[in-house]
Each structure stands twice: as C-alpha cells, then as structure tokens.
C-alpha cells in the first residue's frame, strides 16, 4: 500500500513541475488608425483652430493602438525611430513620449529638425516581448 502512495506522489511532482508560459501576446493585427500625423511649425499653428492648444501648450497626441491581444499589463516602450528628409532621429526620440496603450505624445514646440520619422514600438508583457515595425510617422515640418 505505502509503494501506491510513493508512485502517487512521484507522478504529483512530475506534473507539478511542468513549466507553462504565462499568459500570450498578439500583435499581428496590432496598428494606429490613422498612423500618420504631421506637425506644423509652431509659428505656422492656426491661432484660431490651435487656440486652446497654444494657450496650454498641450502636446501633440496620437491615438491608442488598436489590434493588440494579450495578457494584461502590456507596456509600451518606443523601440526606434527613422528619420529621413533633414530629420535628427536621436532628438526626435528624446522628445517623443509614449504611455499605455500605446498613446504617443509629442510637445508642441519639437526641438528636432523638419523631417519625416518613422516610429516602431516594442509591446511587452509577462513572458513576451514583440516590436511593430513602422508603427506610426510623424512629419514635423
């Protein structure tokens, strides 16, 4: 009787010691809608359309990022930028900010030259770690 017992036990810690992967994480119909945003001069901001805007100096802010499945809390982390037309993609990054849910913000007076940059963004969860390449572009003209 005491060997049934052993061999019950034995076959417990097996099964007990199997590792399973916490939770999932799917980007493949991850993306911005829309995924493009230029920003004007700040000299060249409607003073009438911007008002508010330009009385607060509230960033310029992009939507959240749809598509995306898995196992909460997801972090969003900007994982680089390409710039191209006379653009500084070091500066550009320095300044650009993302929050949850993938939510960017960029401050209403750039510091980076005008150009056109071209953001990818890294999503990670418990266990998982995936980038959206070319995520979103910004022109700051």
Avoid: H
């Avoid at 997801?74 to 993938?102: H, P, Q, R």
């Amino acid at each position: 009787m005491s060997t049934k017992w052993i061999y019950g036990l034995l076959i417990m810690l097996l099964f007990a010691c199997d590792d399973k992967e916490v939770g999932f994480l799917d980007i493949s119909r991850a993306e911005y809608s829309p995924n493009f945003m230029e920003i004007p001069k700040y000299e060249d901001i409607d003073p009438i359309v911007e008002s508010q805007r330009l009385e607060l100096g509230t960033p310029w802010v992009t939507l959240q990022m749809q598509g995306v499945l898995g196992t909460n809390p997801i972090t969003f982390s900007i994982e680089d930028v390409k710039a191209s037309e006379g653009g500084n993609a070091e500066l550009f990054k320095a300044e650009l900010e993302i929050i949850g849910g993938g939510t960017m913000y960029y401050p209403i007076k750039p510091q980076a030259p005008a150009g056109k940059y071209v953001v990818s963004v890294r999503l990670t969860n418990e266990g998982y770690s995936k980038v959206l390449e070319d995520a979103y572009t910004f022109v700051v003209k």
